[in-house]
């Protein structure tokens, strides 16, 4: 069955950075685009950054624009998630997706950013 493991949380100070992870299974990765949302507390799930592909095109929300930045490798199934300048804001649960497939979310991977 489609499985999403994510991976690389960890606690750290504000201006710090982490690389997720994101293990898939089940699916032909390279034929999906692949997503990045996170889940701050008592909040939504909030989209983060895709990437299309053959890593053709990326785009990011506003609010993690020019600070985070994601990638694929296609040989290894895998996406990431490169954190920079990591804020405050940016602490949540992050889970990574492919749309259009029934797949439930992975258990995610928690950051705290924190001094």
């Known amino acids: 069955q489609v499985q999403f493991v994510e991976s690389g949380g960890a606690t750290v100070q504000p201006g710090g950075s982490l690389r997720l992870s994101c293990v898939t299974s089940?699916?032909?990765?390279?034929?999906?685009a692949m997503w990045w949302y996170r889940q701050a507390p008592e909040k939504e799930h909030e989209w983060v950054a895709l990437i299309l592909p053959s890593g053709v095109m990326e785009n990011y929300a506003d609010s993690v624009k020019g600070r985070f930045t994601i990638s694929r490798d296609d040989s290894k199934n895998t996406a990431y998630l490169q954190m920079n300048d990591l804020k405050p804001e940016d602490t949540g649960v992050y889970f990574c997706t492919a749309k259009g497939l029934n797949a439930s979310w992975g258990q995610g991977t928690q950051v705290t950013v924190s001094s």
């Open positions: 089940g699916f032909p990765f390279s034929n999906y």
